[in-house]
């Protein structure tokens, strides 16, 4: 695989809104599954109108990277994830949890504007995060 980075979700809703954003890590740019769910859910809640086409709009620009899946390599590490948060106490929000999970299998850096990433980096071993 090319080196790269997995975008979170947070950079795209960023770019959407027009937050500025960082230099993204070196390589290819990919995206988890988990991207596509909740850019679809943020499409299918807005009203009709111009937000809706905004939204639809984003999920049509994540849909052109390379999406990588949820898949048994994927669990077991998502599984890893979330046994060492609650034996801790800690939280893992699900799409989180599985874009952290994605990009470790994937030996990917999460480039986020999320700071949940900076939790999910001390549960994850091998989670690298760069802030967008």
Known sequence: MTPGYLVDTSVF???EQRRPLGEPPPGDARISVA???ELIVGARRAPDGPLRSLRETTLETA???????YDEAVAERLG???AVARSTGRRAGAM???IAATAVVHDLPV????NDFEVLSDLL?????RRG
């Open 13 to 15: 809703v960023a770019a």
């Open 35 to 37: 991207t596509i769910t």
């Open 63 to 69: 849909r052109s990277f390379i999406a990588l899946a």
């Open 80 to 82: 890893d994830l979330l």
């Open 96 to 98: 989180d949890a599985i």
């Open 111 to 114: 480039w986020t504007q999320d």
């Open 125 to 129: 071993p091998g989670l690298r995060v």
